[in-house]
């Protein structure tokens, strides 16, 4: 079943701009990722917070980990065209190597 | 880095056929992996973990006959959609755990379009 929400659910930039997207979950976690998916393809892994971590950076992407709220945010900063994509969050319980739980996903567009 | 192979990557049948799509860990070893399928513009929902050597875990709701996973090597996982219905045509992506010890990181294969006439 799905872990929860992401808003917002499209997102419509200019190149340059900083993006953010959010994510919220229901459940105790071991750790959150983010992945993307560029249309028709499979999952690329972008980073990993674990639950004791509050923020966490790579290259241009921050993302930071509110365990008390159960929610996360992605931010892009100085977006490229090339960043066009759709962004899930996903979540892994606690105990054992389980599957991941998919949020609903962002699609985000830069315009060049 | 690790990768996920899967084919093929879009498949055409008709009504009432069977499809096998095939998820091949390429320089590791999987004893675990997942099929997830989506929708167009959903999320993924977990399908299934494959367990090499035994049988597989089914999510709630998900038919087991309908859906035949086999996983007889720790580099080859198969899913066969049986007697595929239009209902079926979806996404399916197979993933296994890579990265650092510990971490449950995923690694995906690329998907198979499925499109059932």
Redesign the interface.
């Known amino acids: 079943s799905q872990q929860g929400e992401e808003d917002p659910q499209a997102l419509s930039i200019q190149e340059g701009e900083n993006a953010t997207m959010n994510c919220s979950y229901k459940t105790s976690i071991n750790n959150l990722q983010w992945y993307r998916q560029n249309s028709g393809r499979g999952l690329v892994h972008l980073i990993l917070i674990r639950s004791n971590e509050r923020e966490k950076h790579s290259g241009r992407l921050r993302v930071t980990l509110d365990t008390s709220k159960k929610s996360s945010s992605l931010l892009i900063t100085a977006s490229r065209a090339a960043d066009t994509a759709s962004y899930f969050c996903a979540t892994a319980g606690i105990g054992g190597r389980r599957a991941l739980t998919f949020g609903s996903g962002t699609r985000l567009q830069v315009q060049p | 880095g690790a990768v996920?192979s899967?084919h093929p990557s879009w498949v055409i049948c008709k009504s009432g056929t069977s499809v096998k799509i095939e998820c091949r860990s390429l320089d590791f070893q999987a004893t675990?992996m997942?099929w997830?399928r989506q929708f167009p513009?959903?999320?993924?929902?977990?399908m299934a973990?494959s367990n090499e050597g035994s049988k597989a875990t089914y999510e709630q709701g998900v038919e087991k006959d309908k859906f035949l996973i086999n996983h007889a090597s720790l580099t080859l996982s198969t899913l066969t959609v049986t007697s595929a219905h239009p209902e079926d045509s979806s996404?399916y992506?197979c993933?296994a755990?890579t990265?650092l010890s510990g971490?449950?990181?995923?690694?995906?294969?690329?998907?198979s379009?499925l499109t059932v006439l």
């Open positions: 996920v899967q675990t997942f997830y513009k959903q999320s993924l929902m977990l973990t996404f992506i993933s755990w990265g971490a449950n990181v995923l690694t995906f294969g690329a998907g379009r």
